[in-house]
């Protein structure tokens, strides 16, 4: 079984594929950007693909939102990973010589406390372990890059300093994705797309009361712009119910006889890295 994550060697997706996918079962194969990753699941280059959806500090991680707009593709599972940010250096580099840091938006934006007190420049790469790779190539001792263990490791790195994030207890939610519709028997949860129809009053009050008068708890609501209006917006909501239950699929109808267009992203169980 192919599957696609952001590469190159040691980033977190990769640390994501390698605990969750089991050695005996798998071909891993890197792609230069999420968006690339979800692409290469949608026109079956791959079987699956796993994608980093949401970090406890910075949130919703918008070009896999934005992804999963624009691409068929399902979801059908979660992993949720431990995410501890350092600052890698090349050999003979002076913490107090670094000028520049270098990283992916995500990992920048989860040590922004950390980079301002550094009075640094922020670069922006497409994983940490990008940044890293460039790093070692560039040989730059007055930059540093924000990255993971692993990719200290794989890249020869110095860690001039650990756990940077803003925040202890970091962790970050990926999505497994796929390009067959999975069947769902049993799972705990749900992830839909609403496109809401006719903007009105209240509008979003509505679709959320529809899911509190079926009891059906919410862990996640994200709205993006659709891109046609300033002020227009889809959501994505996860809920805490498995599709296969008569309440989620009365919520889901329900949505659907007021008009908005509602996409079943998956239906699927959380997993801990
Ligand atoms: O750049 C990586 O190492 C990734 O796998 C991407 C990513 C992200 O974009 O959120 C994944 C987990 C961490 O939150 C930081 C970076």
Not at 211 to 235: A, H, M, V
Not at 244 to 263: C, F, P, W
Request: proline letters at 4%.
């Amino acid at each position: 079984m192919k599957v696609a994550y952001l590469g190159p060697k040691g980033t977190f997706s990769e640390e994501a594929a390698l605990r969750f996918f089991p050695p005996e079962n798998r071909e891993l194969v890197m792609y230069d950007g999420i968006v690339d990753v979800l692409e290469a699941v949608a026109e079956r280059e791959v079987n699956k693909g796993i994608v980093p959806i949401e970090n406890a500090i910075e949130g919703t991680i918008t070009m896999t939102t934005d992804g999963l707009i624009n691409y068929d593709v399902w979801v059908e599972g979660e992993a949720v990973l431990p995410i501890a940010l350092h600052l890698l250096t090349v050999e003979g580099a002076e913490a107090d010589h670094i000028r520049e840091v270098w990283s992916i938006g995500p990992a920048l934006a989860q040590c922004r406390d950390f980079t301002r007190k550094l009075q640094v420049k922020t670069k922006h790469y497409s994983s940490t372990a990008n940044a890293a790779e460039s790093l070692v190539k560039s040989n730059n001792k007055n930059a540093g890059a924000i990255a993971s263990e692993l990719a200290a490791k794989t890249f020869g790195l110095e860690i001039a300093k650990r756990n940077i994030q803003d925040f202890e207890g970091n962790s970050t939610r990926f999505l497994i994705v796929t390009n067959e519709k999975p069947e769902v028997i049993q799972a705990s949860k749900s992830m839909l797309l609403i496109t809401p129809g006719e903007d009105r009053p209240g509008l979003l009050a509505i679709i959320l009361n529809i899911f509190s008068s079926l009891d059906i708890n919410l862990t996640w609501i994200e709205s993006r712009p659709t891109k046609k209006k300033l002020g227009t917006y889809r959501f994505f909501v996860q809920a805490e119910m498995g599709i296969q239950e008569v309440n989620m699929q009365k919520a889901v109808s329900i949505l659907r006889t007021y008009g908005h267009d509602v996409r079943v992203l998956g239906s699927f169980d959380e997993t801990k890295l």
